[in-house]
């Protein structure tokens, strides 16, 4: 009964400590200013515009 409380303690710390890593990160994280992505991102047109309901948007093949 001590190894199971014992796992059982183990694994809710690791779950505690990952919940919590994952937090942080989500809190104190920095967008990417002059990153690959970042000007990727910001050179590629919006092909798409969309419709008045804004549900969908259909993709042109060329």
Request: with cysteine; proline share 6%; hydrophobic share 55%.
């Amino acid at each position: 009964m001590k190894y199971e409380m014992l796992l059982l303690r183990g694994l809710f710390a690791a779950c505690l400590m990952a919940s919590g890593l994952i937090l942080g990160s989500m809190l104190f994280s920095h967008p990417i200013a002059n990153g690959v992505a970042g000007t990727a991102l910001a050179t590629v047109p919006s092909a798409c515009v969309l419709p008045a309901d804004g549900l969908i948007c259909p993709q042109v093949r060329s």
